[in-house]
T-cell receptor, first 115, second 114 residues
């Protein structure tokens, strides 16, 4: 069975500092991995996804994530935080065999950005 | 492309009442998903359609829940005899069928059962 663990339910950074949100996954087959962002009272928006091409994936708003199979990790980073990055971030996994129809989400990490 | 829409955005009901939510996916998308999200948690998969066929239901979906997608376009999620534990955000997403397809989410329907 697949699962996702997001380390840290809350992360606080200063504006301009590095953002690092951690995600570890468990999957018995090669996974597809996703990061979504959710702003208050809005649906989830895809930031980036890994589909077994390049291990370093670049997404929107300056975010990127690196797939590390040996560490079963897919951490999300951004070099310099902006106030507008404050939101909830979800890591998700689906397996390639099922074509992605069942996606398992982590519990989320709320990012706070201090001025 | 107007995105995924959901109606209503908020629903307050009394325990024991039935409620129905609607989801309109992006027009060319043939996959449609329903998720439930409670406070402090990520979305939990409930059910999935490809065109009009319901292909998977989570064990989370009790027999009080039913979902339909009659013509492979919009979908409805009905909850009968609501319970306080049903209070949550119900999210709909749609995608175009392919490996690693990207799901596009609607804004959700927030259900409060009193």
């Amino acid at each position: 069975a697949q699962s996702v663990t997001q380390l840290g339910s809350h992360v606080s950074v200063s504006e301009g500092a590095l953002v690092l949100l951690r995600c570890n996954y468990s999957s018995s087959v090669p996974p597809y991995l996703f990061w979504y962002v959710q702003y208050p009272n809005q649906g989830l928006q895809l930031l980036l996804k890994y589909t077994s091409a390049a291990t370093l994936v670049k997404g929107i708003n300056g975010f990127e994530a690196e797939f590390k199979k040996s560490e079963t990790s897919f951490h999300l980073t951004k070099p310099s935080a902006h106030m507008s990055d404050a939101a909830e971030y979800f890591c998700a996994v689906s397996d390639q065999n099922t074509g992605g129809f069942k996606t398992i989400f982590g519990a989320g990490t709320r990012l706070f950005v201090k001025a | 492309d107007t995105g995924v829409s959901q109606d209503p955005r908020h629903k307050i009901t009394k325990r024991g009442q039935n409620v129905t939510f609607r989801c309109d996916p992006i027009s060319e998308h043939n996959r449609l998903y329903w998720y439930r999200q409670t406070l402090g948690q990520g979305p939990e998969f409930l059910t999935y359609f490809q065109n009009e066929a319901q292909l998977e239901k989570s064990r989370l979906l009790s027999d009080r829940f039913s979902a339909e997608r009659p013509k492979g376009s919009f979908s409805t999620l009905e909850i009968q005899r609501t319970e306080q534990g049903d209070s949550a955000m119900y999210l709909c997403a749609s995608s175009l069928a392919m490996l690693g397809d990207t799901q596009y989410f609607g804004p959700g329907t927030r259900l409060t059962v009193l």
